[in-house]
């Protein structure tokens, strides 16, 4: 049993940054997910286990980053330059065996999510 918790969230102008927090219970692969209201929630960002290895959809590349800190159990997602299309909640996951994933399905544990807004 994996727990997550998100935190991080909130309201920002477009051009400005965020740091979500997703704080795992247990060395898990993490993906940050998010959802648009009306839309499926997709893939934005995953890690490895030990952080070494790192994936990101087109729409985060060069603008977010990923990260983890096994001795805080914490895996973060930092959005820079964010714009309006980013608004979403955000949502991380685990899986429990190695390998990056962009799909849904091979993650078994999700957290409740967190609320990104960007504003024009």
């Known amino acids: 049993q994996v727990q997550l918790v998100e935190s991080g969230g909130g309201l920002v102008q477009a051009g400005g940054s965020l740091r979500l927090s997703c704080t795992a219970s247990?060395?898990?692969?993490i993906g940050w997910f998010r959802q648009a209201p009306g839309l499926e929630r997709d893939f934005v960002a995953a890690?490895?286990?030990?952080?070494?290895?790192?994936d990101y959809a087109d729409s985060a590349k060069g603008r977010f980053t990923i990260s983890r800190d096994n001795a805080k159990n914490t895996v973060y997602l930092q959005m820079n330059n964010l714009k309006p299309e980013d608004t979403a909640v955000y949502y991380c996951?685990?899986?429990?065996?190695?390998?990056?994933?962009?799909?849904?399905?091979?993650?078994?544990?999700w957290g409740q999510g967190t609320q990104v807004t960007v504003s024009s």
């Open positions: 996951a685990a899986k429990i065996l190695p390998g990056l994933e962009r799909d849904r399905a091979p993650y078994g544990y």
């Open positions: 890690i490895s286990m030990r952080g070494a290895s790192t």
């Open positions: 247990g060395r898990s692969v």
